[in-house]
C-alpha cells in the first residue's frame, strides 16, 4: 500500500514540469535502497538474529509514518476544491472503485489469471525471498567458512 501512495503523491509536491525526473529519481532511490536494505538485513541477521531485524524493520515503518504524518502538502487550487465537494465520502468512492475493478477483473479471464499472478508473487513470494534471503546467504556463508580448509 506504500509504494502506490508514494508514487501518487508525487504529483501533488512537484510541479507538472518536474514530474517525469520526480518520479525516475523516486523509482532510482526505492530500487537503490531496495538493495541496501537487502544486504543491510543480511548483515543485521548475521549479526543480531532475526528477532532484531523484525524489530528494526518495524520501527522503520514507524518512523516512516510518523514522517509521513508531518508532511504538509500545499493547498488544492480552488477548481479542485469545487470538484472534491460534489463528491461523496473518499472511502465510498474508493470502495466503488474497488468493485468496479474486481468486476472487470472477474469479465475478463486472462487479465483476472495475470492478477492472480501478480497478487500471489507480491504478497507471498516476494516477502517470503526478502525475509529467507538474508537467512539462506548467511547459512549458505557459515557452512562455507566452517567446511572451508585454514
Not at 8 to 24: D, G
Not at 31 to 51: D, E, N, P
Amino acid at each position: 500500500m506504500f509504494n502506490p501512495a508514494s508514487s501518487a503523491i508525487l504529483p501533488n509536491i512537484v510541479s507538472e514540469k518536474q514530474l517525469a525526473r520526480a518520479s525516475a529519481i523516486d523509482q532510482f532511490l526505492w530500487s537503490g535502497c531496495t538493495l541496501v536494505g537487502m544486504m543491510a538485513g543480511g548483515i543485521l541477521f548475521t549479526l543480531f538474529g532475526i528477532v532484531a531485524v523484525f524489530l528494526i524493520n518495524a520501527g522503520s515503518y514507524i518512523v516512516s509514518g510518523v514522517l509521513e504524518l508531518c508532511m504538509r502538502l500545499p493547498p488544492l487550487p480552488a477548481g479542485d476544491r469545487d470538484l472534491r465537494a460534489g463528491h461523496r465520502h473518499p472511502l465510498r468512492d474508493y470502495l466503488t472503485q474497488l468493485a468496479e475493478g474486481f468486476r472487470y477483473l472477474l469479465g475478463h479471464r486472462t487479465v483476472l489469471v495475470l492478477f492472480s499472478c501478480f497478487a500471489v508473487s507480491n504478497f507471498i513470494l516476494w516477502p517470503q525471498g526478502l525475509i529467507y534471503m538474508p537467512y539462506f546467504f548467511n547459512e549458505t556463508l557459515t557452512h562455507a567458512r566452517a567446511s572451508s580448509p585454514s
